[in-house]
C-alpha cells in the first residue's frame, strides 16, 4: 500500500484532478454501534473505578514530517517564488495602486488588512490582503460577515484581486505561490495530530484546495487535501494547480461556502485517522476505531451560569476502555472539544478524578487548564478559556 493510500478519508468527495490513487476523497464506513457497554448519565458520570494507568509524558505536537518532494525541490521552489512574485509586483504595480484607491474610496480607510496567520513549522506572520469589509459598526447594525460585506468587496474576493498584496508575503519568504492556504492561528488549538502536517511546507496563495472547489469543500476534506499536498509536492503538481488557479478564478466558483457569504469557522476535526465518533444522542457519542472497537463514550450538555449568564459546555468522558492507548485518548479528547467548540463558541469545561492521568493530559494538551473551584474530593476541574479571538470573524477585512 502506499503512502498515498494510507491516507485517511474524508467525510465528502472532492475532485481533485489528480491520478486515480487520489482522485476523490471518500467518506469512511460509519458501522451500527452494537452490543457497546451502555453509556452513564452525561452530567457529572463517573469514570472506572480503576485508574487509567500512566504513561510517560509525551509532547503535544507531533513532529512534522517533510515534504516528499525533497530539499533540492524546495531550494528551487523558493527561487522561483522570488522571481514570479517580484515580477508580478512590478508588472500588476498599476492594478495594485488602483485597488488600494478603489479600496480607499468605497470602504474607507485602512486599505490593507492584516492578520495573524500560520506557515512552515506553525511560525505565526502577518498575512497583508486588501480589506473587502466594512468596519463592525453595532450601531449600523454591521455585525455579521453577510452585513459588512459590501457589492464591492464581495467582487474584489470573486476576482480575488484582494489577494495581491499577499504577493509581498512571498517575496518575504513568509509564503510560496503553491501550498496549503495560511488559517488563522486561533485555528492550531483545534487542529488534530494529523491536521497539523499541512505545516511542513510554507503556505500558499494557492494550493490543492483551493483548485478542488475552494470553500465549498468541507473543512475536514481541505485540510486533507492540504496533507497529500505535502506528500506530492514538485514541480508537476505545482504547475497543474497554478494552470487550474488560473481557470478557477476566471470562472469564480468556490468563493463563497453555499449560501454564506464567506467560510464558516474551522470548529475542530469531525474523526481521525484512528478514532470516529457514532452518535448515540443528541450531545452523545460512542468513539470507536477503524476496527469498530468501542473506547469511549463521551458527550457534553450546555449550561448557563445563573448569576453571569454566561453559557459553559459541560463535558463528560463516561467510560474509557483500560487498554486505551493514550494517542486514541487525545484523539477522543479533540472530537469531543471540536463538538463542543462547533455547537457554541464558548468555554468548555470538564471534571475528572485527579488519577486518571492519560485524560487530565489529554485534556492539558487540548489547551485546557486546571481551576479553583469545589470540585469534590479526589477530583480536579479543568476549563477552556473563552474563544481565542473574540474579534468578530473577518473584522476588520
Avoid at 480503576?50 to 525541490?73: K, M
Amino acid at each position: 500500500m502506499t503512502a498515498i493510500q494510507q491516507l485517511p478519508a474524508a467525510r465528502g468527495a472532492v475532485q481533485t484532478g489528480l491520478p486515480t490513487a487520489v482522485t476523490r476523497i471518500k467518506p469512511p464506513t460509519v458501522l451500527p454501534l452494537a452490543a457497546h457497554p451502555p453509556a452513564a448519565p452525561l452530567p457529572g458520570a463517573p469514570l472506572p473505578a480503576a485508574p487509567l494507568p500512566a504513561v510517560p509524558p509525551s509532547p503535544a505536537r507531533p513532529p512534522v514530517a517533510p515534504p516528499t518532494g525533497g530539499r533540492g525541490y524546495v531550494r528551487v521552489k523558493r527561487v522561483l517564488d522570488v522571481l514570479l512574485a517580484g515580477a508580478a509586483l512590478i508588472v500588476l504595480a498599476p492594478a495594485i495602486v488602483c485597488v488600494w484607491a478603489a479600496v480607499l474610496v468605497r470602504l474607507g480607510r485602512p486599505a490593507l488588512f492584516l492578520q495573524e496567520r500560520v506557515t512552515l513549522h506553525g511560525r505565526r506572520f502577518r498575512l497583508w490582503k486588501f480589506r473587502t469589509m466594512r468596519p463592525v459598526d453595532p450601531a449600523r447594525g454591521r455585525l455579521t460577515d453577510e452585513q459588512r460585506l459590501t457589492s464591492f468587496g464581495a467582487w474584489l474576493r470573486a476576482t480575488s484581486l484582494d489577494e495581491l498584496p499577499s504577493l509581498w508575503n512571498i517575496l518575504t519568504g513568509d509564503m510560496s505561490i503553491v501550498g496549503p492556504r495560511p488559517l488563522p492561528s486561533r485555528y492550531l488549538a483545534l487542529y488534530s495530530s494529523d491536521q497539523h502536517r499541512r505545516h511542513a511546507v510554507k503556505a500558499g496563495l494557492t494550493g490543492l484546495a483551493q483548485v478542488s472547489g475552494r470553500n465549498n469543500v468541507p473543512w475536514d476534506a481541505r485540510l486533507e487535501l492540504d496533507q497529500r499536498y505535502v506528500l506530492l509536492m514538485g514541480p508537476l503538481l505545482d504547475l497543474m494547480i497554478v494552470a487550474r488557479t488560473v481557470m478557477t478564478v476566471l470562472s469564480r466558483d468556490g468563493v463563497v461556502e453555499g449560501e454564506l457569504s464567506t467560510s464558516t469557522e474551522f470548529p475542530g476535526p469531525s474523526w481521525t485517522p484512528r478514532v470516529r465518533f457514532v452518535p448515540r444522542g443528541a450531545a452523545e457519542w460512542a468513539a470507536l476505531t477503524p476496527e469498530d472497537e468501542h473506547i469511549a463514550t463521551c458527550g457534553f450538555v450546555m449550561r448557563e451560569e445563573p448569576m453571569t449568564g454566561t453559557r459553559c459546555a459541560e463535558l463528560a468522558v463516561c467510560w474509557v476502555g483500560e487498554r486505551t492507548e493514550q494517542s486514541r485518548v487525545a484523539d477522543v479528547v479533540t472530537l469531543l472539544v471540536s463538538r463542543a467548540r462547533g455547537a457554541d463558541r464558548t468555554p468548555a469545561r470538564i471534571t475528572l478524578p485527579d488519577d486518571a492521568a492519560v485524560l487530565i493530559r489529554a485534556f492539558r494538551e487540548a489547551d485546557f487548564h486546571p481551576i479553583d473551584d469545589d470540585a469534590g474530593a479526589g477530583r480536579v476541574a479543568l476549563t477552556t478559556p473563552v474563544a481565542d479571538d473574540p474579534t468578530p470573524r473577518g473584522a476588520g477585512r
